[in-house]
């Protein structure tokens, strides 16, 4: 193999792994923008005169979906955490 094509190779490598990184942070960022969302709905649903019922209403999701984001056992769509987050913190 020659000088060219492994340095090439090599460039390449460098290249995907800088790509993958990058990706890798995005998605680490999503994650804890998802988890902050996420336990900022746990406290307004704590400190609410809300039901559970009433909120999963809102949302339009049943009771226990909602029990199991605030669980943790589930995740929301990217859709409905976005809902959540207006719910928590209001209308822009």
Not at 11 to 32: C, F, I, N, P, V
Not at 56 to 70: G, P, T
Not at 72 to 81: F, H, R
Request: proline fraction near 3%; hydrophobic fraction near 40%; avoid cysteine.
């Amino acid at each position: 193999m020659s000088i060219a094509l492994k340095e090439r190779g090599r460039g390449h490598k460098a290249e995907t792994r800088l790509r993958y990184s990058g990706q890798t942070k995005a998605m680490a960022s999503a994650e804890s923008n998802e988890h902050l969302v996420l336990r900022d709905f746990a406290r307004f649903v704590e400190d609410s005169d809300l039901s559970i019922p009433r909120i999963a209403e809102l949302l339009r999701v049943s009771d226990v979906i909602l029990s199991m984001w605030i669980a943790g056992t589930a995740k929301p769509s990217t859709i409905k955490l976005s809902e959540i987050e207006s719910l928590v913190v209001g209308p822009s």
